[in-house]
Nanobody, 125 residues
Framework: QVQLVESGGGSVQPGGSLRLSCAVS????????MAWFRQALGKEREGVAG???????AVANSVKGRFTISQDNAKKTAYLQMNALRPEDTAMYYC???????????????????WGQGTQVTVSS
């Protein structure tokens, strides 16, 4: 059973930075995709960034140039570095995993089978 544990959320002022981490365990190996999604109050869950275990990445236009997704294969951990944060980035952020070679590039919630518990990010002055 795949398990995901997120950390790193919190409150920050506009223009600040945060780094989210997602530790994964229980996967059986082979190609896989990991991604970060977010869901603001009253809105649908949206894809933020995705990564394949080979290192290929995709980032949503809304955060391009500000957010970066990366991974440490040895630590089985994915990261989301968030810079130049804006109030509209406020949301619950979720890490997701799929035993799929393409899900990382599609960033649709229904392509991912496993989810973390979420970590809150609040950007406010």
């Amino acid at each position: 059973q795949v398990q995901l544990v997120e950390s790193g959320g919190g409150s920050v002022q506009p223009g600040g930075s945060l780094r989210l981490s997602c530790a994964v365990s229980g996967y059986s190996g082979g190609g896989y995709s990991m991604a970060w999604f977010r869901q603001a109050l009253g809105k649908e869950r949206e894809g933020v960034a995705g990564i394949h275990n080979s290192g290929n990445t995709a980032v949503a236009n809304s955060v391009k140039g500000r957010f970066t997704i990366s991974q440490d294969n040895a630590k089985k951990t994915a990261y989301l570095q968030m810079n130049a944060l804006r109030p509209e980035d406020t949301a619950m952020y979720y890490c997701a995993y799929a035993g799929s070679a393409v899900a990382w590039s599609v960033l649709r919630p229904d392509r991912f089978s496993y989810w973390g518990q979420g970590t809150q990010v609040t950007v406010s002055s």
